[in-house]
């Protein structure tokens, strides 16, 4: 067993094959060599010069892919800091945090650096800003001016990027937009009310979440059918239109804009289940103030029916389809799950929304390539990430099975290697279970 969160001076992974995800090319047979927390080299095992002081993870039959990434999560949560291991257990090396206090955040990602804490890299864009009370960290801003504001304090306090959320009058969101361009800080979040997908874009928006602000394509039967859906349900899961939206995926594409779809959240919130129920398997990795959070942010409605929840699919399973038609449009696209907000395993969680992807018309390679090239090409880190190659971070996933050929085997985790640091089977199970609250 490799010792957990040990920093290893030098790491091979043995006769393996390597998958690039920004071509999908499969090499077999290669030996990678991993220095500290960099990638020395790669070259065919046949051929390749191993120290015989490195830890050898044998890869015969394997295969090794770049670290993945949720581009979409809350670590700063009620246990949150305890949940971070599990990122790292599930091949997730990396992650971009939507929202919460920076001091805690910038600490763990000291520590994560540093090797001193279990977790994955991260980019951090504490407090997000927001036009109404939420009971998360935000910047309320109700005018222009305020926006304004909001900016240029979240640049002092030396942000990653600047995340917008809902509630916002349209003068005051573009006032935040102009703002962070002149800044020039990347800014990202959810389109609402009074702003479309396509003026999110036009305005700099470098991704857009979740899904909102986008109408589903129905036909005139389903509109008349979806005009009973709940309203929450509208909100979230977007309304109809019987006009082709082409043209505004297309519009995003041309952009460059991301999209994160975060699949797997919505599908709770259709079904009116968004809570974590005692005694499930979920709930033995979140703590009691945490399941209460939850039930607050994402609570469900009184006068939720049967009716509501059958509709609620309807328009669920519109959203799995039109990541496919984005996709196909040439949006670029970004693996997210909301969690630990959103009930799932933060880490598994990517491993489900690669799978509705999947489901939603993308190809295992294209699905991939959103947990792994994409991020790297979002955060201008194409020179450091995404892809396998000598120079780069040494963060990747050895798998005992092609996700080329079956998504579902990005879940057959056989070691990981998390900037430098290696990972076996049981090291991985161990981080698992220690982040376990209470026994299942």
């Known amino acids: 067993m490799y010792a957990i969160g ?15 995800p920004s071509t999908g090319r499969a090499t077999p047979g290669q030996a990678i ?60 090396t990396g992650v971009r945090d939507m929202d919460g206090r920076l001091a805690p955040l910038r600490a763990w990602q000291k520590e994560i650096q540093g090797g001193t804490r279990v977790g994955p890299r991260m980019v951090i864009s504490g407090p997000y800003i927001v036009g109404q009370r939420v009971p998360l960290p935000s910047l309320t801003v109700t005018t222009p001016a305020e926006g304004r504001a ?16 809902n509630g916002m009058t349209p003068d005051t969101y573009f006032a935040v937009a102009r703002r962070a361009r002149e800044r020039g800080i990347v800014f990202a979040g959810h389109v609402f009310n009074g702003v479309t997908p396509v003026q999110a874009s036009d305005s700099g928006q470098r991704s857009e979440e979740h899904l909102s602000g986008f109408p589903n394509e129905c036909t005139v ?37 991301w999209v994160t779809p975060t699949l797997i959240v919505q599908q709770p919130v259709a079904a009116f289940q968004p809570s974590v129920a005692r005694g499930d398997r979920l709930s033995t990795f979140f703590s009691d103030s945490l ?16 009716l509501h929840r059958t509709l609620g699919l309807v328009m669920y399973d519109k959203r799995i389809a039109m990541v496919g038609a984005l996709s196909r449009a040439g949006v670029p696209l970004l693996t997210g799950s909301d969690t630990p907000v959103a009930p799932a395993v933060p880490g598994e969680a990517i491993h489900e929304e690669l799978a509705l992807m999947v489901r939603g018309g993308l190809t295992p390679l294209e ?21 396998i190659a000598a120079g780069k971070v040494a963060d990747l996933v050895v798998l005992d099975a092609n996700p080329l050929l079956d998504i579902a085997n990005v879940r057959r985790v056989h070691a990981v290697v998390s900037n430098g640091r290696a990972f076996d089977r049981a090291a991985l199970d161990a981080l698992i279970a220690a982040a376990r609250v209470r026994q299942p």
């Not at 960099?38 to 002081?53: E, G, L, N």
């Not at 909001?150 to 959320?165: C, E, M, P, Q, Y």
């Open 367 to 387: 699905a991939l390539r959103a947990a792994t090239w994409e991020p790297a090409r979002y955060l201008n880190a194409t020179d450091s990430l995404g892809t």
């Open 150 to 165: 909001a900016v240029d304090s979240l640049a002092a306090l030396g942000v990653d990027f600047i995340k917008v959320h």
């Open 33 to 92: 060599l991993i220095n500290g927390s960099r990638v020395q080299s790669i070259a065919p095992a046949a051929r390749a010069t191993i120290p015989a002081s490195a830890l050898r993870i044998d890869g015969q039959g394997k295969f090794v892919i770049p670290g993945l990434w949720d581009m979409h999560v809350h670590n700063d949560v009620p246990g949150g800091g305890a949940l971070l291991p599990l990122y790292v257990a599930y091949g997730v």
């Open 221 to 257: 039967t389903d509109s008349a059918r979806l005009a009973a859906a709940h309203p929450l349900h509208r909100f979230l899961l977007g309304g109809c239109t019987t006009r082709s939206q082409e043209a505004s995926y297309r519009r995003l594409a041309a952009n460059g804009t």
């Open 6 to 20: 040990l920093a290893l001076q030098l790491v091979v992974v043995t006769n393996t094959t390597v998958i690039d």
């Open 291 to 306: 399941l209460a959070m939850m039930s607050i942010v994402m609570p469900i409605p009184r006068d939720a029916t049967p």
